[in-house]
T-cell receptor
């Protein structure tokens, strides 16, 4: 039973436009959420995180929004660049130093 | 420059062979993890360690074993490889929150 769900296996976005990646979770005990980016044949790299006490966290072109009542978070990338083409994993943990549960990932294609 | 290293990057091996996947980190992290990932699927935790001489099985049942004799080293061993073990294996470490991942080992058992 998946606790972290990414229902879109893939997403294509025009270069320069906004990319929005969505994630839902089922465990109300999660209080820390992360996004990782993964290129083929490489390990995931940390992108951005958000604590459950916040509803938004911004880092450059990347913004993560958290809606606790809906158990939903989203990652916004604006403007999208060719180097953003990768698989993005949504992840969550119960405490900041606990094990992390990952979703299946969304493959983002940035079109020229 | 990577602070967590996995070797080999790619491995093709015959059924029944014993293999060890290496993972080392230079960050002094106490917590280390092994995840298994198949294409299009989530990362599944198969083993973790919170320090030397401490190892636990993860959420996904695995026939592999691990050891943690030194803080920086967390190798994973398959005593007898099978085609069902074909997957990508990712090692990670952590101090407080968030993981740093290695580049992974792509294992193919033929």
């Amino acid at each position: 039973d998946q606790q972290v769900k990414q229902n879109s296996p893939s997403l294509s976005v025009q270069e320069g436009r906004i990319s929005i990646l969505n994630c839902d979770y089922t465990n109300s005990m999660f209080d820390y959420f992360l996004w990782y980016k993964k290129y083929p044949a490489e390990g995931p790299t940390f992108l951005i995180s958000i604590s459950s006490i916040k509803d938004k966290n911004e880092d450059g072109r990347f913004t993560v929004f958290l809606n606790k009542s809906a158990k939903h978070l989203s990652l916004h990338i604006v403007p999208s660049q060719p180097g953003d083409s990768a698989v993005y994993f949504c992840a969550a943990s119960g405490t900041r130093d606990d094990k992390i549960i990952f979703g299946k990932g969304t493959r983002l294609h940035i079109l020229p | 420059e990577a602070d967590i290293y996995q070797t080999p990057r790619y491995l093709v091996i015959g059924t029944g062979k014993k293999i060890t996947l290496e993972c080392s980190q230079t960050m002094g992290h106490d917590k280390m993890y092994w995840y298994q990932q198949d294409p299009g699927m989530e990362l599944h935790l198969i083993h973790y360690s919170y320090g030397v001489n401490s190892t636990e099985k993860g959420d996904l049942s695995s026939e592999s074993t691990v050891s943690r004799i030194r803080t920086e080293h967390f190798p994973l061993t398959l005593e007898s490889a099978r085609p069902s073990h074909t997957s990508q294996y990712l090692c990670a470490s952590s101090r407080n929150y968030g993981y740093t991942f290695g580049s992974g080992t792509r294992l193919t058992v033929v």
